[in-house]
């Protein structure tokens, strides 16, 4: 009796295993709703139930007889990766090359154009400007150049214009005093510190004093107390010089007149110093 209901029991095992396995190789393994609740019956749960409920009716001594049970486990689980894993990989890999190379390709030719395009116009913008700027700095620095205000250096060059104003005002002093005893270190004086048309101007100044300085010996005296560059550009410069002089007669009755003198001078430097080329005394 035990035999025959163990023979039963073993094709009724494996019956089932078979159904298993034949479902598992038709139709994927279903995954699980949720976790710890599954949705559905697998190929790999299927022998499980067939062997606990065969073995349900077998006593405890053949139970686990059968090697029935660890076969379905590998028949689920290489139908289950090679229904899955495998397709899931190549399809994903081939469809993201697909689906992102030729878009990628397609942009960066849309953007050659473009770059092509647009940098011979900047350069272009670039050429313009700069030439713009250059013509505006040259005619800046011509205007700049030009201006007399510019020019000036006669308060920049401390050293110089210290230099043509000491100068220019020993030349004043000397060429504007006249001593009728020695008229020879007048002449002296101008040949030393006049040029140009500056030297007919002196004659025209002091030549009634030298005509009438022998018969009232005359000595006129000349001194600068102040005197101030206007302008300082180079080697050519212009002074407005104050100066006092005295006119002394040394004869019977001796008399001395004072006057106070304003007048411009322009100066020229020549050889290392500084000489008076035209004398300005304000008057038409």
Same mark, same amino acid.
């Given at each position: 009796?035990?035999?025959?209901?163990?023979?039963?029991?073993?094709?009724?095992?494996?019956?089932?295993?078979?159904?298993?396995?034949?479902?598992?190789?038709?139709?994927?393994?279903?995954?699980?709703?949720?976790?710890? =609740?599954?949705?559905?019956?697998?190929?790999?749960?299927?022998?499980?139930?067939?062997?606990?409920?065969?073995?349900?009716?077998?006593?405890?001594?053949?139970?686990?007889?059968?090697?029935?049970?660890?076969?379905? =486990?590998?028949?689920?689980?290489?139908?289950?990766?090679?229904?899955?894993?495998?397709?899931? =990989?190549?399809?994903?890999?081939?469809?993201?090359?697909?689906?992102?190379?030729?878009?990628?390709?397609?942009?960066?030719?849309? *953007?050659?154009?473009?770059?092509?395009?647009?940098?011979?116009? @900047?350069?272009?913008?670039?050429?313009?400007?700069?030439?713009?700027?250059?013509?505006?700095?040259?005619?800046?620095?011509?205007?700049?150049?030009?201006?007399?205000?510019?020019?000036?250096?006669?308060?920049?060059?401390?050293?110089?214009?210290?230099?043509?104003?000491?100068?220019?005002?020993?030349?004043?002093?000397?060429?504007?005093?006249?001593?009728?005893?020695?008229?020879?270190?007048?002449?002296?004086?101008?040949?030393?510190?006049?040029?140009?048309?500056?030297?007919?101007?002196? *004659?025209?100044?002091?030549?009634?004093?030298?005509?009438?300085?022998? =018969?009232?010996?005359?000595?006129?005296?000349?001194?600068?107390?102040?005197?101030?560059?206007?302008?300082?550009?180079?080697?050519?410069?212009?002074?407005? @010089?104050?100066?006092?002089?005295?006119?002394?007669?040394?004869?019977?009755?001796?008399?001395?007149?004072?006057?106070?003198?304003?007048?411009? @001078?322009?100066? @020229?430097?020549?050889?290392?110093?500084?000489?008076?080329?035209?004398?300005?005394?304000?008057?038409?």
């Amino acid at each position: 009796m035990s035999t025959t209901r163990h023979l039963v029991n073993r094709q009724r095992r494996l019956a089932t295993v078979a159904a298993a396995e034949r479902s598992a190789t038709a139709a994927p393994a279903r995954t699980p709703a949720g976790p710890g =609740k599954p949705s559905g019956t697998t190929a790999k749960d299927a022998p499980d139930e067939a062997s606990d409920d065969a073995s349900g009716d077998l006593p405890e001594g053949t139970a686990g007889e059968s090697g029935d049970e660890p076969d379905g =486990k590998k028949a689920s689980g290489r139908d289950g990766k090679k229904a899955s894993d495998p397709d899931g =990989k190549k399809a994903s890999g081939r469809d993201g090359k697909k689906a992102s190379d030729p878009d990628g390709k397609k942009a960066a030719a849309r *953007r050659l154009p473009r770059l092509r395009v647009r940098l011979p116009a @900047v350069l272009c913008a670039l050429t313009v400007l700069l030439g713009a700027f250059a013509a505006w700095a040259f005619t800046s620095a011509a205007s700049l150049r030009d201006d007399p205000s510019r020019q000036n250096t006669a308060l920049t060059d401390i050293s110089r214009t210290s230099e043509v104003k000491g100068q220019i005002t020993e030349a004043v002093g000397a060429v504007f005093s006249y001593d009728y005893a020695s008229p020879a270190k007048a002449d002296s004086a101008v040949a030393k510190y006049l040029t140009g048309k500056a030297v007919q101007q002196h *004659r025209d100044m002091l030549a009634e004093v030298r005509a009438q300085a022998p =018969k009232q010996k005359l000595v006129l005296t000349t001194t600068v107390t102040d005197s101030g560059v206007e302008m300082l550009d180079g080697d050519r410069a212009r002074l407005l @010089v104050f100066a006092d002089q005295s006119n002394t007669r040394t004869g019977k009755s001796e008399e001395t007149t004072y006057a106070a003198a304003m007048f411009a @001078v322009d100066a @020229v430097r020549k050889g290392g110093s500084w000489r008076i080329s035209a004398i300005d005394t304000f008057t038409r």
